[in-house]
């Protein structure tokens, strides 16, 4: 958004070129193409409604396979919507599901503690989510976007958006203008959308990052995810679906304190896998070997004061953002999604005010209280499990336990964190 645009002629979807060619008015204008913006897209393109995307960066460079290394646990309810919207079918990899979940305490290098929490295919009728690679849904989302009828993808592109009670009005750089009936801020945490509007934000710093990576591995993850807990943050193995070269592939997400994170990050691969192995807790995955790029994120939570404003709403990272401790951070925003487009598509079928103060405040109430509860949920998790205190280790290994020993509260347990 607050980068210029790129000099004009640059191809836009469906082979269109930015010089000249006038943009009729849409129903709904989703400012971000990141995965939560793009797939609202496709989903209201679907049911009829016209959709523009505007993006300050090209699309299709997101798909280079040197932006790899990261990837997404998608639960069952988004996976579901991802369906609906036509992005499922264009992945073009395998998605990996997760049909078994290890939750564990311990110090690196030493083995887990004996109490822990293990979630099976007993406990669910489907999977508890599927990983996919960044890239992956990156190419999925770009060659739906490009299919779906009634959605137009305006990037790169810098946008200055006006609102009023009678709808919003989106100028381009290059001169062109249309009005819109709602603008659906989805341009992330530092959204500019959601400051323009004066909406404020409340920060929680964890003096965390969290260090992002893949790892190939001796022997089969059989679709099995480890969550151990750690004194200086959580440490979490995810299943990934292998290729000819690495047939045993899995992601990892390992929180750290901050300093240290940096430095972990930036060792030699050797070094690096020794210090992946002693965090493990156990040596189910053999040898590890990372592969490709490592990404380091600080870790914060932080929620938006409110969800809408006049003509606008937030979706996704804009509205809110989590610690990674669950992996729902983009399943928040995918339900944020799922509420606004059966609000909009349900509108668009009854002729009503896509942008009214109502919808809106329907919108808010179904999304921002649930949110406020996950964010609670992870911050106080992680507060419980990051230290090193014997009698919190205790007290966390024996509820662990408790839950563990408690068929119908670890189903309870999967069905939220499902989404279904």
């Not at 190419?139 to 200055?160: F, S, W």
């Not at 006006?162 to 945490?189: P, Q, W, Y």
């Not at 179904?366 to 090193?388: I, V």
Request: proline share 6%; with cysteine; net charge neutral.
């Amino acid at each position: 958004m607050h980068q210029s645009a790129h000099k004009k002629g640059n191809t836009l979807a469906g082979g269109e070129h930015a010089a000249g060619t006038p943009i009729a008015d849409v129903d709904v204008c989703i400012v971000g193409a990141g995965p939560v913006g793009a797939t609202l897209a496709c989903r209201l393109g679907r049911a009829g409604l016209k959709v523009a995307v505007i993006d300050r960066l090209a699309l299709a460079p997101m798909e280079h396979p040197d932006l790899d290394g990261r990837a997404y646990a998608i639960a069952a309810g988004p996976k579901e919507f991802l369906e609906a919207a036509g992005v499922w079918d264009y992945l073009p990899e395998p998605a990996c599901p997760i049909e078994d979940i290890l939750v564990t305490d311990g110090r690196p290098g030493e083995p887990a503690s004996s109490l822990f929490l293990e979630f099976t295919r007993e406990d669910a009728t489907q999977p508890f989510g599927w990983m996919i690679g960044a890239r992956s849904l990156r190419v999925a989302l770009n060659a739906c976007l490009e299919n779906v009828p009634g959605v137009r993808v305006l990037a790169p592109a810098d946008a200055t958006v006006t609102r009023k009670a009678e709808g919003a009005h989106i100028r381009l750089a290059d001169g062109r203008s249309f009005g819109a009936r709602l603008i659906v801020a989805a341009d992330g945490r530092k959204s500019r959308l959601r400051s323009d509007a004066g909406i404020g934000l409340t920060r929680l710093p964890y003096g965390q990052t969290a260090i992002v990576c893949t790892i190939a591995h001796e022997f089969p993850h059989d679709n099995s995810a480890l969550e151990h807990f750690l004194p200086a943050g959580p440490f979490a193995q995810l299943p990934l679906a292998g290729t000819a070269e690495h047939p045993y592939l899995s992601a990892i997400v390992w929180s750290d304190k901050d300093g240290l994170a940096q430095r972990f990050a930036a060792l030699p691969d050797d070094v690096f896998a020794r210090q992946l192995e002693k965090r493990m807790g156990t040596n189910r995955l053999g040898h590890v070997t990372p592969v490709g790029r490592r990404w380091t994120y600080p870790l914060s939570a932080q929620y938006a004061q409110r969800y809408t404003a006049e003509r606008m709403v937030l979706v996704g990272d804009a509205a809110h953002g989590i610690h990674p401790i669950a992996g729902q951070g983009l399943n928040l925003g995918y339900r944020d999604i799922i509420h606004l487009a059966a609000l909009l598509i349900e509108a668009h079928e009854q002729g009503q005010d896509m942008g009214s103060p109502a919808l809106l405040a329907r919108y808010q109430a179904a999304c921002r209280p649930a949110n406020m509860l996950m964010l609670a949920a992870t911050d106080a998790l992680d507060r419980l499990f990051s230290n090193d205190n014997p009698v919190l280790r205790l007290a966390r290994d024996i509820g662990i336990a408790g839950v563990h020993r408690i068929p119908a509260l670890r189903r309870a347990f999967v069905r939220h964190a499902m989404g279904v």
